[in-house]
């Protein structure tokens, strides 16, 4: 399985971004994709996720109302839309696939595989 996130960059405040997550190399249709984030000197934080089964989707309180993820099935892509973005979003965001049994959105330890991450920038 690989997973590859891209799309990051320089932007300022108040800006848009919209990232790319493209997978490869899993057969199951049932999956959860999430995105987490790390700041320099912070732990890595997650912020959304999307249930392949519904699409239903999930944000942290953070970026709840600015960033937007869906899913392109035909692509084995998933996008992380965001908008409204501030100083504070720069860091390094990663994808990352789990499974859907008693998975947690926003916990690390409920995915399986990641990928590398791409540098947000956030000028003020």
């Known amino acids: 399985v690989q997973l590859q996130a891209s799309g990051g960059g320089l932007v300022q405040a108040g800006g848009s971004l919209r990232l790319s997550c493209a997978g490869s190399?899993?057969?199951?249709?049932?999956?959860?994709i999430g995105w987490f984030r790390q700041a320099p000197g912070k732990e890595r934080e997650g912020i959304s996720c999307?249930?392949?089964?519904?699409?239903?989707?999930f944000y942290t309180e953070v970026v709840k109302d600015r960033f937007t993820v869906s899913r392109d099935k035909a692509k084995n892509t998933v996008y992380l839309r965001m908008s409204s973005l501030k100083p504070e979003d720069t860091a390094v965001h990663f994808c990352?696939?789990?499974?859907?049994?008693?998975?947690?959105?926003?916990?690390?330890?409920?995915?399986?595989?990641w990928g590398r991450g791409t540098l947000v920038t956030v000028s003020s």
């Open positions: 990352a696939l789990g499974g859907l049994h008693g998975y947690d959105c926003t916990q690390p330890r409920s995915y399986d595989y």
């Open positions: 190399g899993f057969t199951s249709d049932t999956f959860v």
């Open positions: 999307i249930n392949s089964m519904d699409d239903s989707t």
